[in-house]
């Protein structure tokens, strides 16, 4: 089983918060998550951690991410909420549904990842007996089909037939180590015809054997030309299975090959990096040590050496090694069990600078969502830092001033250098006056070559304007410009001018940061040059945090627009010549005002 995310906890009145925190104290970082208007936020006994506003889309936002949900409502509630998104079985997280009181425990999705062992931890909690309808669980005790982390099951499809065959009658042995089925109540049997067995070399299709495999396999190369099929066919030369790949190792003076990459991704395999120079120093001479690394992996039942990451990397990486199969230009290893990858060369680091939207979770690009769950660290402003989390234990937040983003910026560098996975946190869009410049502007400052190492990537957001005009309708249809009133980082002559220009040329305007504590006059001085140009009749959209709570939308004409109606959180567009106004009515609902720039121009 891969390790799983800690659960979300469901609740949609204030009545199964007791239940609820029960339930969280079985898993570190597992948060309560409650319907707004019906449960408080707050930490306490009868609160919840996270508060959302609609329960079918945040299910199935949960789901989507992986997130193990245990809903405290009617199991039909949950499987409604997620059906549409049932098709793919193989990624489904667990999805449990717990009565309100606590009476009853019932899992109902995910068996693959570990549904049916949660279901017995909440019900050893709550002391009532799980809903186990699995028969494979139920005769056995543990889903033989769910092997820990750091193993793969060969093939889903032949398990299912094993597991079918063991609960009509048959009898297995057991070859290898599967400590984690010392407890199950299995049908054994040494001279039983079937096996479970547990090796890195690939199921020949005997449908006698459930095989599982460990990740004990790690190759290194230094050439990543074609290397997903060097690597396949190395692999296949010994009869290891791919899916026994713990890691592929390349020199670190390849970080960013993309061909690596490439193979990494084909593999499914995390990528590690390391210096020749790294391994080849003090007592691992290259050929003192290589050959105690690489199992004599022809003879499959053989006690696998141990492995050693840096006699492992000689072998590969020196090219005088006699060990690398000169063929291929791939060198194999074979671990006892599963290796930890971590302990082998670095990662090559990243840093994604994201945005988070304006705010609602739903206003998030998924591959923002994505790249936040794998982080290893988050730097932000600590408000935005805030609205990406919650955070897992294992991954570290940094939270800094607004103002200090050049040394944020380096900072987010210094730990992806190192081999962190790092997310930059920006709402809105980070292009938009936000982080992802911040980020570059110290990249093009920086000559460290670790630096430019990194995977460097910009995941777009919902800007502000975006947000804030799909809110209004559409009043950013035609041409349009976006503007900072801040004169912090620019002159406040430039602003001026660019306004002008702007309103000459019958730009629609959106105004980002529009005033401040520090900065008073600047939108009323703004406001002045607009009226040279525009109407007092020109439409007016002002926006103060859309997608946020307490989000506010307000359509006025310029005439009537002061500067007090406008802070710092809000958005203000300012329509053009031809931008319009108009209300509609349905037979039935209240009537709708709409805002709208036409495509077209007189
Ligand atoms: N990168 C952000 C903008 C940062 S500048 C983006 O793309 O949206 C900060 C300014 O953006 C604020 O002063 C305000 O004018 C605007 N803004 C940001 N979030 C907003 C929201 N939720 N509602 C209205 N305006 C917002």
């Known amino acids: 089983m891969a390790r799983l995310k800690p659960p979300a906890i469901i609740v949609l ?6 239940t609820a925190r029960r339930i969280a104290a079985c898993y570190p970082d597992a948060r309560v998550h409650g319907l707004r208007g019906r449960v408080q936020a707050g930490s306490g006994a009868t609160a919840a951690d996270v508060l959302f506003d609609e329960l079918g889309a945040h299910l199935r936002e949960l789901y989507a991410s992986g997130t193990p949900i245990v809903a405290l409502c009617a199991a039909g509630i949950v499987i409604r909420c997620v059906a549409s998104l049932l098709a793919n079985k193989g990624a489904e997280p667990p999805v449990l549904a717990v009565a309100e009181d606590g009476s009853a425990v019932a899992p109902l999705l995910g068996g693959l990842a570990g549904v049916n062992v949660m279901a ?29 982390e750091g193993y793969a099951l060969a093939s889903l499809a032949q398990g299912k037939r094993f597991v079918s065959d063991l609960l009509a009658g048959e009898s297995t042995r057991i070859e290898g180590d599967a400590h984690w089925l010392d407890d ?14 547990i090796t890195p070399h690939a199921w020949d299709g005997n449908i006698d054997e459930l095989v599982i495999h460990p990740r004990s396999v790690v190759v290194a190369l230094t050439d990543g030309e074609d290397a997903a099929q060097r690597i396949r066919d190395a ?16 020199p670190a003076a390849r970080m960013g090959d993309e061909a690596f990459e490439q193979a990494a991704r084909a593999l499914n395999a995390p990528l ?5 120079a790294d391994v080849t120093d003090g007592t691992n001479s290259a050929n003192g040590t290589n050959a105690a690394a690489v199992m004599d992996v022809k003879d499959s039942h053989a006690a696998p050496a141990s492995l050693s990451s840096r006699a492992l990397l000689t072998a590969a990486l020196d090219p005088d090694s006699e060990i690398a199969d000169s063929a291929s230009g791939v060198a194999l290893a074979v671990a006892a069990g599963p290796v930890d990858v971590n302990t082998i060369g670095r990662a090559r680091g990243r840093l994604t600078v994201i945005g988070l939207g304006p705010g609602s979770a739903d206003l998030m690009v998924p591959a923002a969502r994505a790249a936040l769950d794998q982080a290893t660290d988050i730097l932000g402003y600590a408000t935005y830092v805030e609205m990406a989390g ?6 570290q937040v940094h939270p800094t001033d607004n103002r200090e983003e050049m040394q944020r910026a380096r900072r987010a560098f210094e730990l992806a250098s190192g081999g962190r996975r790092v997310v930059m946190v920006s709402s809105g869009d980070p292009g938009v006056f936000a ?16 630096w430019a190492d990194v995977e460097l990537e910009i995941v777009p957001g919902v800007s502000a304007a975006m947000a804030t005009a799909a809110q209004a309708g559409a009043p950013l249809g035609h041409d349009f410009c976006m503007l900072s009133l801040s004169d912090n980082l620019k002159p406040w002559s430039i602003i001026e001018t660019r306004i002008a220009h702007a309103a000459q040329a019958d730009l629609v305007m959106a105004f980002y940061n529009p005033v401040s504590r520090a900065r008073p006059w600047q939108l009323d001085k703004a406001l002045d040059i607009v009226r040279e140009f525009r109407a007092p009749e020109t439409v007016v959209v002002l926006g103060r945090d859309i997608g946020r709570p307490g989000a506010s939308l307000v359509t006025m004409t310029l005439g009537e627009l002061k500067s007090a109606d406008v802070d710092m959180r809000t958005m203000v567009i300012i329509g053009s010549s031809t931008t319009r106004e108009f209300v509609r009515r349905s037979a039935h609902g209240a009537p709708r005002e709409w805002v709208y720039t036409p495509r077209w121009y007189r």
């Open 390 to 395: 919650p955070f897992r234990a294992d991954q």
């Open 272 to 276: 590690r990096f390391a210096d020749v």
């Open 13 to 18: 009145g204030s009545g199964a918060t007791a």
């Open 435 to 450: 982080m992802a410049s911040a980020v570059l502007e110290a990249l093009d400052a920086s000559d460290a070559p670790e």
């Open 120 to 148: 017995r931890e909440i019900a050893a909690a709550l002391d009532v007996p799980p809903a186990i309808t699995t028969s494979g669980e139920l005769r056995f005790g543990t889903c033989v089909l769910n092997p820990p």
């Open 184 to 197: 199950a109540q299995l049908p054994r049997s040494a001279d039983a015809q079937r096996a479970i067995r």
């Open 235 to 250: 692999l296949a030369a010994q009869a290891l299975s791919p899916l026994a790949l713990a890691a592929i190792v390349a």
